[in-house]
């Protein structure tokens, strides 16, 4: 038994059948003291680096010179001036990106639940399949991009020879971004798979029963069993896969390397490229804060989007 004493503290009575007749006394701070390792280490590790790097939006700041004057919004404005440079070539990128997401996101949601459905079926050798199915997931991107450059090379590469085709898969658009959504589905397909695979198993078998018994067919089961109990995960899944395609590199930089003529440069692209080779870090600080909320905006809808039809 626990009660609340006068002064606000919590008091926990000895478990009935213990020798000790003592209570134990929690203090009000006793879970902050719990809190603070994780707290401590959220402050130094992403409260910190958020608030430097804002701060560095509102400087000039090239990490070569010692000077780093205060710009305020500066580098924002010219951000959002189509005709200036840095403008320019961030909404090309900002472009870019959109596409990536848009072309990527439904494949990556759609072909994972097909499989997990596939996966969840009862049939032998069936952890084969999806071990087969994830093991490309454990690739690193360097290791994804160059065997990926190699076989969708226009010149020497195997897919255009075995499949008899003439097609610059790294150089020209759109044949570039089908190369970079269809790699990317194939490496990351498997990650999301499992994590449908797990929802699929979390739903109680006794309601397909159910249905089964009222005479619903396989596509009723799947539209009115499956589909509602996967909706916390599809929900979980859409957002995740927004986030990590917005934040695609890695494929763009291997691959095509941007090319052609930066159309495939992503936005977290053009940011490395702008602060570590450029070193100018006051408007690559800048390009990282407006794509964090174009990011937090797409969030919030998919969450209030899923929240305004659960209400109906």
């Known amino acids: ?175 570039a971004w089908i190369a970079l959504v269809g790699v990317t589905v194939w490496w990351t397909l498997g990650l999301n798979s499992v994590i449908f695979l797990a929802g699929l198993q979390d739903i109680p078998r006794e309601l397909h029963e159910a249905a089964m018994v009222d005479g619903a067919s396989a596509w009723h089961r799947f539209r009115s069993v499956t589909l509602p109990g996967l909706r916390p995960v599809t929900i979980f899944v859409v957002n995740a896969t927004i986030l990590a395609s917005a934040n695609m590199f890695g494929q763009s930089y291997l691959i095509t390397g941007g090319a052609p003529a930066d159309q495939t440069k992503t936005a977290i692209y053009l940011i490395a490229e702008t602060g570590l080779r450029q070193f100018d870090m006051g408007t690559a600080s800048a390009m990282s804060f407006i794509l964090a909320a174009f990011l937090m905006t797409a969030s919030a809808l998919v969450f209030g989007a899923s929240r305004d039809r659960s209400r109906r």
């Open 1 to 175: 038994m626990s009660a609340l004493t006068e002064s606000g503290d919590l008091t926990v009575a000895a478990e009935p059948g213990r020798s000790s007749g003592t209570t134990r006394r929690m203090r009000p701070w006793t879970p902050y003291a719990f809190l603070a390792p994780y707290l401590a280490l959220f402050a130094v590790f992403m409260v910190l680096p958020i608030g430097f790097g804002f701060w560095t939006s509102l400087h000039e700041w090239d990490i070569n010179l010692p000077d780093r004057p205060f710009v305020g919004l500066r580098n924002y404005a010219e951000l959002f001036d189509p005709a200036g440079v840095d403008g320019s070539r961030f909404w090309t990128a900002m472009k870019a990106t959109g596409i990536f997401t848009v072309a990527s996101v439904p494949l990556l949601v759609v072909l994972p639940l097909a499989v997990a459905l596939l996966m969840n079926g009862r049939f032998k050798g069936r952890n084969v399949y999806r071990a087969v199915y994830f093991a490309p997931y454990v690739l690193g991107v360097a290791v994804v991009g160059f065997v990926w450059r190699f076989l969708l090379d226009g010149n020497i590469g195997l897919v255009n020879h075995y499949l008899g085709l003439d097609v610059q898969w790294t150089t020209d658009v759109p044949p």
